[in-house]
Protein backbone atom coordinates (compact mmCIF):
# COMPACT_ATOMS: atom_id res chain seq x y z
CA UNK A 1 0.00 0.00 0.00
CA UNK A 2 1.52 3.49 -0.97
CA UNK A 3 0.90 6.48 1.05
CA UNK A 4 1.67 10.55 -0.27
CA UNK A 5 1.71 12.31 3.17
CA UNK A 6 2.70 16.00 3.25
CA UNK A 7 1.87 18.68 6.11
CA UNK A 8 2.17 22.58 7.41
CA UNK A 9 1.16 24.02 3.51
CA UNK A 10 -0.09 27.15 5.42
CA UNK A 11 -2.34 28.79 3.03
CA UNK A 12 -2.84 32.58 3.71
CA UNK A 13 0.41 33.14 5.10
CA UNK A 14 1.81 36.29 4.12
CA UNK A 15 5.78 37.06 5.33
CA UNK A 16 6.89 40.65 5.24
CA UNK A 17 3.63 41.71 3.36
CA UNK A 18 4.55 38.96 0.64
CA UNK A 19 1.53 36.55 -0.26
CA UNK A 20 3.69 33.46 0.08
CA UNK A 21 1.44 30.54 -0.02
CA UNK A 22 0.09 32.16 -3.31
CA UNK A 23 3.07 32.42 -5.87
CA UNK A 24 3.91 30.10 -8.44
CA UNK A 25 6.45 27.90 -6.34
CA UNK A 26 4.11 27.25 -3.84
CA UNK A 27 1.58 26.58 -6.71
CA UNK A 28 3.82 24.26 -8.03
CA UNK A 29 5.09 22.32 -4.86
CA UNK A 30 1.49 21.54 -4.36
CA UNK A 31 0.39 20.63 -7.97
CA UNK A 32 3.59 18.13 -7.70
CA UNK A 33 2.16 16.31 -4.66
CA UNK A 34 -1.24 15.85 -6.02
CA UNK A 35 0.76 14.13 -9.00
CA UNK A 36 1.86 11.74 -6.63
CA UNK A 37 -1.46 10.32 -5.54
CA UNK A 38 -2.18 9.54 -8.67
CA UNK A 39 -0.89 5.44 -8.68
CA UNK A 40 -0.75 6.06 -4.74
CA UNK A 41 -3.22 3.91 -2.39
CA UNK A 42 -4.32 7.00 0.24
CA UNK A 43 -2.93 10.73 0.58
CA UNK A 44 -2.79 12.20 3.97
CA UNK A 45 -2.30 15.76 5.16
CA UNK A 46 -0.93 15.74 8.48
CA UNK A 47 -2.65 19.23 9.41
CA UNK A 48 -1.79 23.17 9.14
CA UNK A 49 -3.23 23.16 5.53
CA UNK A 50 -4.09 26.62 6.42
CA UNK A 51 -1.91 29.13 8.63
CA UNK A 52 -5.11 30.31 10.80
CA UNK A 53 -8.60 29.34 12.00
CA UNK A 54 -10.25 31.88 9.42
CA UNK A 55 -9.49 30.75 5.91
CA UNK A 56 -9.56 33.28 3.02
CA UNK A 57 -12.60 32.26 0.38
CA UNK A 58 -9.32 32.30 -1.72
CA UNK A 59 -8.01 29.34 0.00
CA UNK A 60 -10.42 27.27 0.47
CA UNK A 61 -10.80 27.64 -2.99
CA UNK A 62 -7.32 26.27 -4.11
CA UNK A 63 -7.40 23.90 -1.91
CA UNK A 64 -10.73 22.80 -3.75
CA UNK A 65 -9.58 23.15 -6.83
CA UNK A 66 -6.33 20.59 -6.04
CA UNK A 67 -8.09 18.19 -4.12
CA UNK A 68 -10.49 17.98 -7.37
CA UNK A 69 -7.15 16.18 -8.65
CA UNK A 70 -6.36 13.84 -6.62
CA UNK A 71 -5.67 10.55 -7.45
CA UNK A 72 -6.22 8.44 -4.54
CA UNK A 73 -8.98 8.86 -1.52
CA UNK A 74 -7.51 11.21 0.97
CA UNK A 75 -7.60 12.07 4.66
CA UNK A 76 -7.32 15.26 6.59
CA UNK A 77 -6.04 15.51 10.42
CA UNK A 78 -6.03 18.68 12.25
CA UNK A 79 -2.89 21.11 12.82
CA UNK A 80 -2.76 23.94 15.37
CA UNK A 81 -2.85 26.66 13.37
CA UNK A 82 -5.95 25.56 11.76
CA UNK A 83 -8.02 23.61 13.96
CA UNK A 84 -11.53 24.52 13.25
CA UNK A 85 -11.37 24.49 9.29
CA UNK A 86 -11.68 21.26 7.81
CA UNK A 87 -15.60 20.85 8.05
CA UNK A 88 -16.33 21.95 4.48
CA UNK A 89 -14.32 19.39 3.82
CA UNK A 90 -17.28 17.52 4.56
CA UNK A 91 -19.76 18.90 1.98
CA UNK A 92 -17.84 18.90 -0.98
CA UNK A 93 -17.74 16.06 -3.44
CA UNK A 94 -14.25 15.43 -5.22
CA UNK A 95 -13.78 12.74 -7.70
CA UNK A 96 -12.06 11.04 -4.62
CA UNK A 97 -13.39 10.40 -1.12
CA UNK A 98 -12.08 13.17 1.69
CA UNK A 99 -12.45 11.64 5.15
CA UNK A 100 -11.78 14.51 7.78
CA UNK A 101 -10.15 13.15 11.29
CA UNK A 102 -11.58 15.24 13.95
CA UNK A 103 -10.00 13.37 16.97
CA UNK A 104 -7.14 10.66 17.39
CA UNK A 105 -8.46 7.33 16.41
CA UNK A 106 -7.67 3.96 14.82
CA UNK A 107 -9.34 3.75 11.67
CA UNK A 108 -9.12 0.37 9.08
CA UNK A 109 -8.30 1.14 6.02
CA UNK A 110 -8.04 -1.75 3.32
CA UNK A 111 -7.77 -4.30 6.09
CA UNK A 112 -5.00 -2.24 7.38
CA UNK A 113 -4.97 -0.33 10.51
CA UNK A 114 -3.46 3.23 10.70
CA UNK A 115 -3.28 5.49 13.28
CA UNK A 116 -4.61 9.48 13.37
CA UNK A 117 -3.44 11.76 16.00
CA UNK A 118 -4.27 15.74 14.65
CA UNK A 119 -4.25 18.40 16.57
CA UNK A 120 -6.67 19.04 20.02
CA UNK A 121 -8.07 21.34 22.68
CA UNK A 122 -8.81 20.86 25.81
CA UNK A 123 -12.31 22.38 25.10
CA UNK A 124 -12.63 19.32 22.17
CA UNK A 125 -13.11 16.49 24.73
CA UNK A 126 -14.90 15.70 27.91
CA UNK A 127 -14.54 17.92 30.71
CA UNK A 128 -13.57 15.10 32.60
CA UNK A 129 -10.69 14.39 30.39
CA UNK A 130 -8.12 16.44 29.04
CA UNK A 131 -6.54 16.34 25.12
CA UNK A 132 -3.34 15.10 25.95
CA UNK A 133 -4.88 12.32 27.84
CA UNK A 134 -7.14 11.41 24.76
CA UNK A 135 -3.81 11.39 22.69
CA UNK A 136 -2.33 9.19 25.05
CA UNK A 137 -4.97 6.43 25.66
CA UNK A 138 -5.47 6.37 21.86
CA UNK A 139 -2.04 5.88 21.49
CA UNK A 140 -2.36 3.03 24.04
CA UNK A 141 -4.84 1.94 21.55
CA UNK A 142 -2.91 1.73 19.11
CA UNK A 143 -0.13 -0.72 20.78
CA UNK A 144 -3.50 -2.96 20.75
CA UNK A 145 -4.54 -2.69 17.17
CA UNK A 146 -1.56 -3.49 15.38
CA UNK A 147 -1.46 -0.59 13.30
CA UNK A 148 1.08 -0.20 10.21
CA UNK A 149 1.43 3.15 10.46
CA UNK A 150 0.62 6.39 11.94
CA UNK A 151 -0.40 10.01 11.09
CA UNK A 152 0.03 13.12 13.77
CA UNK A 153 -0.11 16.98 14.11
CA UNK A 154 2.03 16.71 17.66
CA UNK A 155 5.24 18.53 19.47
CA UNK A 156 7.96 16.03 20.51
CA UNK A 157 10.64 16.64 22.83
CA UNK A 158 14.00 16.50 21.23
CA UNK A 159 12.46 17.63 17.43
CA UNK A 160 14.49 20.61 16.11
CA UNK A 161 13.43 23.75 14.47
CA UNK A 162 14.52 24.91 11.73
CA UNK A 163 16.38 27.60 13.81
CA UNK A 164 18.27 24.34 15.22
CA UNK A 165 16.27 24.87 18.55
CA UNK A 166 15.04 21.77 20.70
CA UNK A 167 11.76 21.38 21.22
CA UNK A 168 10.87 21.09 24.62
CA UNK A 169 7.40 18.70 23.86
CA UNK A 170 5.72 21.25 26.20
CA UNK A 171 2.18 21.71 23.76
CA UNK A 172 0.32 18.60 22.92
CA UNK A 173 2.56 15.88 22.43
CA UNK A 174 3.53 12.45 21.15
CA UNK A 175 3.44 10.29 24.18
CA UNK A 176 6.38 8.26 24.96
CA UNK A 177 4.46 4.59 24.34
CA UNK A 178 4.77 5.77 20.32
CA UNK A 179 8.82 3.94 20.70
CA UNK A 180 6.62 0.95 21.75
CA UNK A 181 4.32 1.00 18.21
CA UNK A 182 6.30 -1.35 15.44
CA UNK A 183 5.84 0.97 12.47
CA UNK A 184 6.40 4.40 11.04
CA UNK A 185 4.89 7.42 12.28
CA UNK A 186 4.30 10.40 9.98
CA UNK A 187 4.26 13.62 11.97
CA UNK A 188 3.47 17.29 10.67
CA UNK A 189 3.76 20.40 12.96
CA UNK A 190 7.78 21.07 13.03
CA UNK A 191 8.99 22.15 9.71
CA UNK A 192 12.51 21.12 9.68
CA UNK A 193 12.71 17.80 7.88
CA UNK A 194 14.15 14.83 10.35
CA UNK A 195 13.61 11.44 11.53
CA UNK A 196 14.10 10.53 15.37
CA UNK A 197 13.15 6.59 15.63
CA UNK A 198 10.16 5.59 14.42
CA UNK A 199 8.65 9.02 13.90
CA UNK A 200 8.93 11.11 10.01
CA UNK A 201 8.79 14.67 10.18
CA UNK A 202 7.80 15.69 7.02
CA UNK A 203 8.11 18.89 7.59
CA UNK A 204 6.49 22.00 5.79
CA UNK A 205 6.11 21.87 1.96
CA UNK A 206 8.20 25.05 1.51
CA UNK A 207 10.04 26.89 3.57
CA UNK A 208 8.15 29.86 5.75
CA UNK A 209 11.06 31.12 7.33
CA UNK A 210 14.85 32.70 6.51
CA UNK A 211 15.88 30.04 8.58
CA UNK A 212 14.33 27.22 6.63
CA UNK A 213 15.75 28.44 3.24
CA UNK A 214 18.24 25.53 3.44
CA UNK A 215 15.87 22.94 4.31
CA UNK A 216 14.99 19.75 2.46
CA UNK A 217 10.76 20.52 1.48
CA UNK A 218 8.56 18.41 0.19
CA UNK A 219 6.22 15.23 1.00
CA UNK A 220 6.83 11.93 2.14
CA UNK A 221 5.94 8.74 0.60
CA UNK A 222 5.36 5.71 2.74
CA UNK A 223 4.78 1.84 1.59
CA UNK A 224 3.06 -0.21 4.00
Known amino acids: MKIVATSCWHLDLVLAGYDWAGDKLAASAREEIMDATHGADLFVHCGDLFDTNRPSPQAYATVFKLFKTLGCPAILIRGNHDPDTLAPFKEIEFNESVAVMDSPCVQNICGKNFLFAGHMRDRDVDSNSSAQKFVDDTFDIALQDGIVAGFSHLDMAGAKYP ?45 TSVSERDEIKGGVILEV
Do not use: D, Y
Request: proline share 7%.
Open 163 to 207: TGVESQGVELHMPASHKKLPCMIVNGHIHKRQKIGNVIFCGSLLP
